[in-house]
């Protein structure tokens, strides 16, 4: 079965400082994977996605993440963390072919970045 | 904004009730989700249509089912509602199923059950 985990409930960083929100996922064969991003009373905003070619995806915001197929990891990353930043983010992973792209999402990821 | 709405924004409702949860996906897209975020279960899919036709099936109960019209706005009917079915019930939609298109997604419907 295809799962996502996220270890962190919450991170907590400084703005200016680089950030780091973890996500390692179990499927069989090669995988589509996503960030999202969901601000308070809002929808899910696609952040980026990988799904072949390049290891380092850039998405919105200034955002990035690294796929390691090694080590299962799809992590998003941020040089410099903004306040407007905090936010929930989930990460997500999405069959491979088939007739569907129906998204199975980790728990989520609370970031704080402080002033 | 995503350019899906979804109505109403807001439901409440008594246990044992019916309720129809509307969306209208982004222009020109055919494929419509449904997900279910609850603090016990996560985010957690339950349907997927394309253009009319149910394509993926996800942890959805017996008691909810869904559809897609001709004119691509899909409903999610729950039913026999329990306490447990409170939860914010967020439709998303892409152009093209299985080619991992990202989706977008509507602002959810809050459902509380009291």
């Known amino acids: 079965a295809q799962s996502v985990a996220q270890p962190e409930d919450q991170v907590n960083v400084a703005e200016g400082n680089p950030l780091t929100v973890k996500c390692t996922y179990s499927?069989?064969?090669?995988?589509?994977l996503f960030w999202y991003v969901q601000y308070p009373n809002r929808g899910l905003q696609f952040l980026l996605k990988?799904?072949?070619?390049?290891?380092l995806v850039k998405g919105s915001y200034g955002f990035e993440a690294e796929f390691n197929k090694s080590q299962t990891s799809f992590h998003l990353k941020k040089p410099s963390a903004l306040v407007s930043d905090s936010a929930l983010y989930f990460c997500?992973?999405?069959?491979?072919?088939?007739?569907?792209?129906?998204?199975?999402f980790g728990t989520g990821t609370l970031l704080a970045v402080q002033p | 904004d995503s350019g899906v709405t979804q109505t109403p924004k807001h439901l409440i409702t008594a246990t044992g009730q019916r309720v129809t949860l509307r969306c209208s996906p982004r222009?020109?897209?055919?494929?419509v989700y449904w997900y279910q975020q609850s603090l016990d279960q996560g985010l957690q899919f339950l349907i997927q249509?394309?253009?009319?036709?149910?394509?993926a099936k996800g942890n959805i109960l017996e008691r909810f089912s869904a559809q897609q019209f001709p004119d691509l706005h899909s409903e999610l009917n729950l039913s026999s509602l329990e306490l447990g079915d409170s939860a914010l019930y967020f439709c998303?939609?892409?152009?093209?199923?299985?080619?991992?298109?990202?989706?977008?997604f509507g602002p959810g419907t809050r459902l509380t059950v009291t």
């Open positions: 997500a992973v999405s069959p491979n072919g088939g007739a569907t792209n129906k998204l199975i």
């Open positions: 249509y394309y253009n009319g036709e149910e394509r």
């Open positions: 998303a939609s892409s152009s093209r199923p299985g080619l991992a298109d990202e989706q977008y």
């Open positions: 222009s020109g897209d055919l494929s």
């Open positions: 990988y799904i072949t070619g390049d290891n």
């Open positions: 499927v069989s064969g090669n995988p589509y």
